[in-house]
């Protein structure tokens, strides 16, 4: 009969990567599902546990390297000296069979975007360091699919996605999740210019850092892929007419939805890796998003993009009207760097493209060039500087009373 300790070291694997200790066994998550984990070890308890002439093998590695891959995957990476793949394995496998469940949730989503929608799941699948469009799901009705949908694929990709709310992407330690492959934001209500412009960042930037707590920042090569649902269909995220890296997604209510319908799509789930590691692209790669923004721009874009920019017109009217009744004037002066440092002193998240909109298209203010008086914040409170010469615009009260 085997001793114990024989069971324990021909059964348990223990790794060594760099001078931690560990053993990489399966453990039962929240929803009791079981998954491979690293529990930290040290020498010590080894000797207890298994005798000091009686340890496990340990195999060595030389340290945590990151290398998403979901065809071919390899935990150990390197030749001459292995290293610990932290990118995990998914917990589904490729095989051949059919997915109606899953084909009828892309399809109710993303309807005449089909096939565009399975370029997009393809390319996050096949290659996970392509940059991709960041999808934002929108209505404002409830059992649409927006939820399942994001489910399904948190389902795919396991420990390389999380879903995330509002304030935890916003909180400054994101060490968690900053190497997956997908982050999911449920009721996602990222409407200041900061967060969309951290999502931009995260989307597109070649390099970004992972900060834990108690820990110095990180420089890291970011391959993030967002996607967003929201019931909120006017200001889910920021937008201006530049932000041409968001595909919004407008999703009509499902007209039935079976309680086992989950349930149906995870048995899927090999049989739609299978077709999508064999289907054939049908787009090109024509931009770093690998979509052309006419692809995938919609009307709800548009729309978002007006309603940001009318609620930045509406606050940078009573500014101005504000400062008028200060500094008792009917019209003031101002070029374009001076109000955009006005607007962000008082808290209006905008832009200079933004701003040049609003003067020019929607005031339709004409820029001028030539000695002026500008206004200015300078100590606490509105002032007046003449300018030698200069581009400036001019608004009146009548105007801005008018809007």
Known sequence: MESINEIKNNDRRFVRIGVDLYEYLLTPNLSGKMEWTLIPWNYATLTREFGKDNWPPIEVFHGKT??????????????????????EPLNYTASPGIFPHIENIIRHIFCAKYEMALDYLQIMYTNPLQKLPILVLISH???????????????????????????????????????????????????????????KALSTAKFSTSHAKGKDRKAIEPFLKFILASNNENSPVYLDAEDTRYWIVKVKKLRNMDPEF?????????????????????TMKKSRMWFAFSDYRTPEFDRIVRYCRDSVEVELAELLLDIMKKLKKEEVCFSL???????????????????????????????????YTSIDFRNNEYSLFSVSNGYFFRVTKALLEKI
């Open 141 to 199: 009705e409830n059992q649409t699919g927006k939820t399942t949908f994001c489910d399904l694929l948190l389902e795919i990709y396991g420990k390389n996605a999380m879903s995330l709310d509002n304030e935890a992407f916003r909180n400054d330690f994101n060490s968690e999740w900053i190497n997956k492959n997908l982050i999911v934001i449920d009721e996602a209500l990222l409407n200041k210019k900061e967060d969309s412009e951290h999502i």
């Open 262 to 282: 989950f349930s149906k799509m995870k048995e899927e789930i090999p049989a739609f890796l299978d077709f999508l590691k064999n289907r054939s692209l049908t």
């Open 66 to 87: 990151l290398v998403p891959s979901h065809l071919g995957y390899q935990r150990a990476v390197g030749n001459d000296y292995k290293f610990w793949n932290i990118y």
């Open 337 to 371: 760097k001076i109000i955009k440092k006005i607007a962000m002193l008082n808290g209006i998240e905008t832009t200079r493209n933004q701003l040049k909109a609003i003067l020019s298209a929607s005031w339709h203010l004409i820029m001028q060039k030539n000695r």
